[in-house]
Nanobody
Framework: QAQLEESGGDLVQPGGSLRLSCRAS????????MSWYRQVQGKEREWVAS???????AYSDSVKGRFTISRDNEKATLYLQMNKLNPEDSAVYYC???????WGQGTQVTVSS
């Protein structure tokens, strides 16, 4: 059974940094493209970044230049390095296997002074 487990969310001050992790299991991680999404309660889930199996990344305009998506295929783990955080980045962050129907439980990021 495929599973995704996000971690690393926390309360951080504006301008700070966090690194999120997503541990994948139950499928061949190195074969698939992966994405990060985020969701604020009451709003639609928003795409943040994606990385293909070759490590080519793409970012939404709202995070480009501040966030970096990466992957460690040996560890079957996806990462999101988030720098220069601002309150608008506060959300539950989810990793996602591109094209899959399931989601992890998410990890809460709160940016506040």
């Amino acid at each position: 059974q495929a599973q995704l487990e996000e971690s690393g969310g926390d309360l951080v001050q504006p301008g700070g940094s966090l690194r999120l992790s997503c541990r994948a299991s139950g499928f061949v991680f190195s074969f698939v493209a992966m994405s990060w999404y985020r969701q604020v309660q009451g709003k639609e889930r928003e795409w943040v970044a994606s990385i293909d199996r070759d490590g080519i990344a793409a970012y939404s305009d709202s995070v480009k230049g501040r966030f970096t998506i990466s992957r460690d295929n040996e560890k079957a783990t996806l990462y999101l390095q988030m720098n220069k955080l601002n309150p608008e980045d506060s959300a539950v962050y989810y990793c996602h296997q591109v094209g899959a129907a399931y989601w992890g439980q998410g990890t809460q990021v709160t940016v506040s002074s």
